[in-house]
C-alpha cells in the first residue's frame, strides 16, 4: 500500500519534472531567436572543418555556421569538447546542433537528425611521403592504422579490414591530430579519415604526408548534426532551408574551394546512407 | 616555437589559475562547514558529511565532471561549461580538504583546550584562540598540498568544454605540429605557477603564530 502511493508519487514527480523541461524546451527556433544566439557544439581537432589555426578558430564550420547565423540572424556561439562528449552533450541541451561534422550513417539516423550534407566522407589512407610498402588501399592488411574514437571511420575501416586477407591493428586515438602526430613519428603506418581531411593535411605538410588513392568503401557525405524531437524540428528546418539556400547561391561552393581546394556534389539530403 | 603560441598558452594559463582559485577558496569554505559536522560526533551530521566525502573522494574527478556537465541539466540545472568545472572541482577538494582539517583538530593537544577551560574562556574563544589558530598550523602545508593538486586536476576540465592550457597546448599541437615543444611549454608554466603557490605558501606558512612546545 505504502509502496504503492510511494510509486504513485514517483510517478507523479516524473511527469511533472518532463512537464517543465518540455515546456522549457519547446519550440527551439523561437528560443535561439529570442536568446540571439545559436549554440553549436564542436571538437577543434578535425581540420580543416573546424581547428585551431595559430590560435583562432577556423576551418569550413566556422564559415558556413557564420552564414547560417546571417540566414538565421543570429550570432554563433561555440563550444568545443572532445568528439566523444559532443553527442551526450547535445543530448543533455548544452548546446543547440553539431557542427562536427559527422559522416552521415544509418546507426546516427535512427538517433539524430542530419543536415544537407556539406561535404563527402569517403575514406582514405593517409600515409608517410616516401613509402613505397602502402601503394593502394588493400596494402595496409595487417599494419598498424590510426582513426579516431568514436568515429564512423573507425567503422568503415573496421569493415574494410574484415574484407583483408589479414586484419589490420587498428589503433584508436581520441581525436585525428593525435594520430597524425604518431603517423609523423613513425609510430604507426597509417591514418584512415575523409579525403578532405587528409588531403588538407596532406597539403600542409607537404614532404611529411601523402594520401593513398583511391579513397575506398562505399560514398558516404558530412553533415551537421542535430535532435529528432519535435521541439527541435523547427530550428532543424530552420538550419536545413539555410543550408539550401547557401548551396544554392554558390557559397558553398567557394566555401568548399577555400578550405579542399575543390568542390563536392553533394545531394540535398541523404535518406539511406550507405552504412 | 613563436612568441605567438606562447602567449596563447600564457593566455589559457590564466583560465587555469582563475578556475583553480576559485574552486580552492569554495572547497575550503566547505571543508569547514564538512569537518565540523564530523567533528559534531552526532550521526545526523557525521553521515552526510562521510557520504559527500567517500563520494566525492571514491569517484574519479573525470567521471564526476562528466556527471556534473551531463547529469544536471536533466534536473532542469543546465549549467555552462566553466559553472560546471568549478562546481566539480570545488566539490572534489572539499572533500580531501575537510579530512585534512579534521585531522588538524582533532591533533589539537587536549591539555591546552583544558587550560583554556580552566581559565575560564568561552567555547567560542577557545574555538578561535586554540583550536582554529592551531589545527591551521597544522594543516596549512597539506592545504598547499591540496592547492598544488588541484592546479594539476584542473588540466581535466577540458572534457567540459572549457579551454585550459592542457587543453590549449593540444590544440596548437594538432594545428601545428609541434608537439615537444608545446608540451614542454605548457610543462614549464605548470611548473612556474605550482613553485609559485609553493613559495607563497611557504611564506603564509612562516607567518602563522608557531606551536607551543
Not at chain 1, 8 to 30: E, I, N, R
Not at chain 2, 69 to 80: F, R
Not at chain 2, 186 to 207: C, D, H, P
Request: aromatic letters at 8%.
Amino acid at each position: 500500500m505504502i509502496a504503492r502511493s510511494l510509486l504513485k508519487g514517483l510517478v507523479g514527480a516524473a511527469f511533472l519534472v518532463g512537464a517543465t523541461l518540455s515546456a522549457h524546451a519547446a519550440d527551439t527556433l523561437a528560443a535561439v531567436k529570442e536568446a540571439g544566439t545559436l549554440k553549436v557544439g564542436t571538437e577543434t581537432a578535425f581540420a580543416p572543418f573546424d581547428f585551431i589555426d595559430a590560435g583562432d578558430h577556423a576551418g569550413l564550420n566556422v564559415d558556413l555556421f557564420a552564414e547560417i547565423g546571417k540566414e538565421l540572424g543570429v550570432k554563433i556561439e561555440w563550444v568545443a569538447l572532445p568528439w566523444d562528449g559532443v553527442f551526450p552533450a547535445l543530448e543533455a541541451g548544452k548546446f543547440d546542433v553539431v557542427a562536427g561534422p559527422a559522416t552521415i550513417t544509418k546507426k546516427r539516423m535512427e538517433r539524430y537528425r542530419f543536415t544537407p550534407p556539406i561535404a563527402e566522407a569517403t575514406i582514405a589512407i593517409l600515409k608517410k611521403a616516401g613509402d613505397t610498402t602502402i601503394s593502394k588501399p588493400d596494402d595496409i592488411a595487417g599494419k598498424t592504422i590510426g582513426v579516431g574514437k568514436a568515429t564512423s571511420q573507425l567503422d568503415q575501416l573496421k569493415e574494410f579490414s574484415a574484407t583483408l586477407p589479414s586484419k589490420v591493428d587498428i589503433r584508436e586515438y581520441p581525436a585525428f591530430t593525435e594520430s597524425y602526430a604518431d603517423l609523423a613519428a613513425g609510430r604507426i603506418a597509417g591514418v584512415a579519415n575523409s579525403l578532405p581531411n587528409i588531403a588538407f593535411v596532406a597539403k600542409q605538410r607537404e614532404g611529411t604526408f601523402e594520401v593513398v588513392l583511391p579513397p575506398f568503401g562505399k560514398k558516404s557525405y558530412f553533415g551537421f548534426i542535430g535532435l529528432k524531437d519535435a521541439d527541435h524540428a523547427p530550428l532543424m528546418d530552420a538550419i536545413d532551408a539555410a543550408l539550401l539556400k547557401i548551396k544554392a547561391d554558390g557559397r558553398m561552393a567557394e566555401l568548399q574551394k577555400k578550405w579542399f581546394g575543390a568542390t563536392f556534389e553533394t545531394p540535398d539530403a541523404v535518406k539511406d546512407p550507405a552504412f | 616555437m613563436s612568441i605567438k603560441l606562447f602567449e596563447l598558452l600564457l593566455y589559457a594559463s590564466i583560465y587555469t589559475v582563475l578556475i583553480s582559485v576559485v574552486s580552492i577558496l569554495i572547497g575550503f569554505a566547505i571543508a569547514i562547514f564538512l569537518s565540523g559536522m564530523l567533528l559534531s560526533r552526532k550521526a545526523i551530521f557525521v553521515v552526510p558529511a562521510q557520504i559527500f566525502i567517500s563520494f566525492f573522494r571514491g569517484v574519479p574527478l573525470l567521471v564526476q565532471l562528466l556527471l556534473i556537465y551531463n547529469m544536471l541539466p536533466a534536473i532542469g540545472l543546465n549549467v555552462p561549461s566553466i559553472v560546471a568545472a568549478i562546481i566539480g572541482l570545488s566539490l572534489c577538494t572539499a572533500a580531501y580538504q575537510a579530512e585534512n582539517m579534521r585531522g588538524g583538530f582533532a591533533s589539537v593537544p587536549v591539555g591546552l583546550v583544558e587550560s583554556a577551560e580552566m581559565v575560564g574562556l568561552t567555547p567560542g574563544q577557545i574555538f578561535r584562540r586554540i583550536k582554529a589558530p592551531i589545527a591551521l598550523r597544522l594543516t596549512f602545508p597539506a592545504l598547499v598540498n591540496e592547492a598544488i593538486l588541484i592546479l594539476k586536476a584542473s588540466s581535466l576540465v577540458s572534457v567540459v568544454g572549457v579551454v585550459e592550457l592542457t587543453r590549449m597546448a593540444q590544440d596548437l599541437a594538432g594545428s601545428t605540429f609541434l608537439p615537444l615543444q608545446i608540451f614542454a611549454a605548457a610543462g614549464l608554466i605548470y611548473l612556474a605557477i605550482n613553485w609559485l603557490v609553493a613559495l607563497a605558501g611557504g611564506l603564509i606558512e612562516r607567518s602563522l603564530p608557531g606551536l607551543p612546545r
